[in-house]
Nanobody, 125 residues
Framework: QVQLIESGGGLVQAGGSLRLSCEAS????????MAWFRQTPGKEREFAAG????????SYADSVKGRFTISRDNAKNAVNLQMNSLTPEDTATYYC??????????????????WGQGTQVTVSS
């Protein structure tokens, strides 16, 4: 059974930074994609960033490009999301997701097999 355990959410002022981490346990991934999605009440879950398990092909939504950086941590079997220059529009619950198959595109949530419980990020103005 795969588990994705997120950490690092919290409250930050606009312009500040946060770092999210997602550790994968229970099954060693040999491929696939790890990604971060975010969701606010009443809206669909939206893609923020993704990366292949190998650490290649980082991909970002236009809304976060240039501000967020996704990376792999091989030692911890984890994926991190460094979020800089945060704005109130970044306020959401952030979910870690894992897809065990090969994906051409990372942005569709229905392609992901496993999800974390979510971590809240709140950016105050």
């Amino acid at each position: 059974q795969v588990q994705l355990i997120e950490s690092g959410g919290g409250l930050v002022q606009a312009g500040g930074s946060l770092r999210l981490s997602c550790e994968a346990s229970g099954h060693p991934f040999s491929g696939g994609v790890m990604a971060w999605f975010r969701q606010t009440p009443g809206k669909e879950r939206e893609f923020a960033a993704g990366i292949r398990w190998s650490g290649s092909n980082p991909s970002y939504a236009d809304s976060v490009k240039g501000r967020f950086t996704i990376s792999r941590d091989n030692a911890k079997n984890a994926v991190n999301l460094q979020m800089n220059s945060l704005t109130p529009e970044d306020t959401a619950t952030y979910y870690c997701a894992a897809a065990t198959g090969y994906l051409w595109y990372f942005s569709s949530p229905d392609k992901y097999n496993y999800w974390g419980q979510g971590t809240q990020v709140t950016v105050s103005s």
